[in-house]
């Protein structure tokens, strides 16, 4: 028994930035970002929002759009979602949270909805969550019906995961550290409780505190004043906030590379399983050298290992399920065979699970 993956999708904004066009901006060139990053490509929301984006992966894989995979043949029903876990940084509102916005676009009028702030181990967050929202219920339902009595708790069976984000709002343009890294886009998968088949395998979360500020980014409002603060009240919050992300690149880097091999060995550890049993990695997308790092400490080719930086550059929570969702829809994996999703990012976060498509 386990959550199953029944459909994924992804979306992408519309407009390609080239370096060279990164290079017209800030002091940059394609030669310096390739070799460091592996980033050629990325795609920037000009008139997309958040909700656009996550509805259309989110229909996609419902089935309900072109261009998504699904399990079985035929769309998934909007109505029968009974959970929307949106994990996100950059929400079009404060409220209605993104994932109601998208359940008002798509038509799950039945599904609970809420967001997720953890940067862009998102991915891996939302299916480990949907997945214990999954287990859970199962388990409470079990338990009414061994009893005769209805379930003490919302009954969970069908969860939509959908990652959206435009980190293009968040980066300072002028900043050549930050601004290479990043793109727009959506991803989303489908989760359903099923008895007599695996799913997620294992899952782990983990946080550690950030106390350097190595990946930050302050919330805007906090510089706004209320009527009741005494003269220099609050200054010192106000103090030096900056409305942009900033990151500490290569600290960043140490804690990702790091965090990549911790994790994905504490989830296949938990599977039960080792690298060898994992027919694709498919990981959060921030460099492609911390994937190549991790391939070499894995001994493992890089064909194991979807990469889709080249043609995205990093879209925060979104990463990994585009990535998952690409190979998905170019046969790379199938049914029955083994993905391991790791991610990491600001919090700090990173976490891994294990699926059994
Ligand atoms: N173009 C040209 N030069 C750049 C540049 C750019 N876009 N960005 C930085 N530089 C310069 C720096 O100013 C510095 O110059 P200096 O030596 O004259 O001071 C030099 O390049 C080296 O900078 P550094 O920050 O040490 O580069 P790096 O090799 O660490 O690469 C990153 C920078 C951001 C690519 C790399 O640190 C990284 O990928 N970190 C992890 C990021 C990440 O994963 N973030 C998301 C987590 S979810």
């Known amino acids: 028994m386990g959550s199953v993956i029944i459909g994924s999708g992804r979306s992408l904004p519309k407009r390609t930035v080239t370096n060279d066009e990164l290079g017209a901006i800030v002091d940059t060139s394609d030669e310096w970002i390739v070799p460091r990053t592996g980033i050629r490509t990325r795609q920037i929301a000009t008139e ?137 886009g959506a991803g989303a998968v489908v989760l359903e409780w099923r008895d007599g088949e695996d799913g997620v395998l294992s899952s782990y979360m983990e946080n550690t505190d950030d106390t350097a500020r190595t990946l930050w980014c302050d919330s805007a409002f906090c510089a706004r004043e209320t009527p009741f603060a005494a003269e220099g009240e609050g200054a010192a919050e106000r103090e030096g906030l900056d409305p942009y992300m900033r990151m500490a690149g290569q600290a960043v880097f140490k804690f990702a590379t790091a965090a990549m091999m911790r994790c994905t060995e504490e989830a296949l550890e938990r599977a039960g399983l080792s690298v060898e049993d994992v027919t694709l990695f498919t990981p959060h997308q921030a460099n492609e050298r911390i994937i190549r790092y991790a391939a070499k400490k894995m001994d493992l080719p890089m064909e194991r290992f979807q990469l889709i930086i080249d043609h995205v550059g990093n879209v925060s929570g979104a990463s990994a399920l585009i990535a998952l969702n690409e190979a998905l829809c170019d046969g790379k994996i199938t049914q029955g065979d083994i993905a391991c999703m790791t991610a990491f990012g600001g919090g700090l976060t990173a976490g891994s699970c294990v699926i059994r498509i």
């Open 48 to 184: 997309e929002t958040c909700t656009d984006l996550g509805a259309e992966a989110a229909l996609r894989a419902l089935g309900q759009a072109a261009g998504g995979w699904q399990r079985e043949e035929g769309a998934i029903d909007p109505a029968t979602l009974d959970m929307i876990i949106c994990p996100t940084l950059t929400a079009d509102t404060h409220f209605p949270s993104q994932a109601a916005r998208i359940r008002e676009r798509i038509g799950a009028e039945n599904a609970v909805c809420y967001d997720m702030s953890c940067a862009c181990s998102g991915c891996v967050y939302g299916i480990s969550t949907a997945d214990l929202m999954l287990a859970g219920s199962a388990f409470d339902r079990a338990g009414a019906e061994a009893a005769g009595r209805v379930p003490r708790r919302n009954v969970v069976r069908r969860v939509l995961v959908v990652a959206a984000e435009r980190l293009s709002r968040l980066v300072d343009w002028d900043d050549r550290a930050t601004c290479i890294l990043f793109g727009d």
